[in-house]
């Protein structure tokens, strides 16, 4: 009985991801806010949404002008639910990825934005994704003040859902195996020391990863002092493993991508 | 039997406050006869590692290489004055470099910060003879983020925010003891769906933690068969907390006044929401746990192995988890009126399998999940899922919060063990002083003594078993 079932594994479906269908909306997640249809005559301008939001994430210059950094975002809710006119709402938009952080703030005005031209791509973002287009990569994660909802995720992604080493993306014990840090938290004042060390082993080219909107913007802390300038963004408080996965797989070429126009293409749907 | 469990020094009118556990209970006293923390020292009662992690500041370096090992390890302090002080200070537990007594058979060994897996960083000291572990110290800190001060310079609303990143794995939890602090400073009241539905959301973390751990150990000992279905399916907990919330941690969820449900889903889907995971639990995972609990040779992997006895854990006031491993019943759920019919884990009738070992650490995760499964299911009924599923309902929670100065505290048990929040609230309801005690602060000190005489490669093992916070002490 124990074989034939054993057998019988070969023919059932796998579960695992598949991310050429992936979908950037998740439909229960809150994901990012974004502005609704009516936002078009202009907010309101109560400020409610930029007072509570509480990693000042969000900005309103006037009635029709809102400035949004959804690098800094922890999709918690808080803005959609103040709003007293409901024009803004939780999306399930999740992908908020990007090599460059200037690419994850959004300034809409009456509810619409002009996605920029594609940045470049720094002349490390060329090389590592050179190497790792093939092979993929391999990453030492340090945890650097990030509360473990972060870790909890990327061990996620390892699973038979999302499954990280399909892609040769794979986590080693020390970094001098590795070829990129990835980092979740807002970098307290006893792990920028250890991070940098992490960091300066690797042989080059490397890369580092800030994973989670702590490890980008310091979410609710202060940013302490990162290596350099981390060379992909990954948003959210955690991030989804398929997220983490998915930025993985643009940095390494593999998945074409921008989240200005990924962004652009839902508010016009 | 009370036994001290939490310190709370106020800052304002330098005023110690413990918390006693008793009878499934933890109230907060005055304490009138102690005035310093070298009394407290030399009162054995409470327990080392919750005296400095409240009271300890930082001391410099510590240096025993000089103390022979049976001194370094007593329990006496009265015999060694210079171990856990200096002049009077008690020492913190954060690490500012340590020498420990390592005799000239053995070799020390340090872990960290940063460990080989995807975990939080710390400082771990062996002292290992061979293959087997004299002792081990622990010391952490790194992941100090002055959380505490963040929210003396905060509005409530961010004040929620950052409970929920005090412990991410405890988000739920730690919302909802805030919450009841300020529920009770504003006098809110909220209706029994909503706390009931609170209630249901703590479970479905513990679940979700439970499954996870689940796959950890089976990882640690090579058991792959339940690895693959535990790391998978833990998402199926996380899903339910997804569906409910619109977060898979359950952050931003519970907030005074109410629950932030995710409206995404119908109030009927959300009832029903639940039986997803009973369903993924009862196909896939629990077929696979059962045939791991008949598998003898995992059975004896794991009996003997990190084994903590029911005395220490009376002696040194292990919590939780931790405390039921090794046959203790320690639960205030027992008491708490938000968890109606709750039945406790039967450790007496079962004491073969709740006997302090990496093997009571994996039964009681299981255990725990079908007790939590089953309360749930109950109690989905009693909740009015029309009314939860409200706008009305999720609107309360926007509004301002007035608070009465004071000083408030709350606990729950949490998937580790009971957290404790104290707060000073005062005027203009800001928060003045503050005082978080997770779980790990006590149950640290188990796993010190929990792998004295184990083998080293085992260590991995008995550290999954315990899945302590490191952020949640640090804070």
Known sequence: MKHLLELMNFFSKSQVMDWEKASPIHPKNRGIPIPTKNMSEGCGGCNLCETSCPVSAIQVETNEKISFDYGACIQCGEC????????????GFLYVFAKHRDSLKICYTKGNFQPEAKRPDT????????????????YREVAAAGNNSGECELNASFNSVFDSEREGVRNVASPKHADAVVYTGPISERMAGPLADAFEVIAEPKALIACGSEAVSGGLFALGTRPKEPDLFIGGDPPRPDVSIQAFRYLMGRFSFSFQEALHKILQS | MSKPTGLFLTKADHTFYHFLLDDHKIRMEK????????????????????LRHSLGSDMGAEDYSLLAEEDYLTDKRSKVLGLHQRSGHLRDLFFHGIKVPCGDESYSHAVGPIHAGIIEPGH?????????IRHLTIRLGFQKRHILENMYHSNLNKVMHLSETISGDSSV?????????????????????VSLFRSLLVEAERIAIHIGDLGGLSEDIGYYPLFGVCVTDRGAALALMENWTGNRFGKGAVRPGGVRVNRKISANDAKKALFALKKTFKKNVEPQIKRALIDSTIKERLQGCGTLKSEDVIKHGFVGMTARCAGVMRDIRINDPNYPDWKPLALIDDSNNFSGDAWARFYIRYSEILQSLEWMEKTIEKIDWESLWSKEQVEVTTKQTECKPGIYYSTVEAWRGPIIVALCIGPNSKITDAYVRDP????WHALEMAVRGELIGDFPLNNKSFNLSYVGFDL
Not at chain 1, 85 to 91: G, I, M, R, T, W
């Open chain 2, 440 to 443: 790990s602060v006590l149950n």
């Open chain 2, 124 to 132: 771990f000291r062996f002292v290992v003879e061979g293959e087997k």
């Open chain 1, 80 to 91: 959609v639910l103040q709003c007293p006119e409901e024009k803004l709402v939780n999306s």
């Open chain 2, 31 to 50: 304490v009138t006869d102690k005035k310093s923390p070298i009394d407290f020292l030399m009162d054995e009662k409470y327990p080392i590692w919750m």
């Open chain 2, 173 to 193: 939890s730690y919302a909802l003891a805030f919450t009841k602090i300020i529920e009770s400073a504003a006098g809110i009241n909220v209706s029994e769906s």
């Open chain 1, 123 to 138: 002349k490390n973002h060329i090389r590592f994704e050179k190497m790792t287009a093939v092979n993929g990569f391999l």
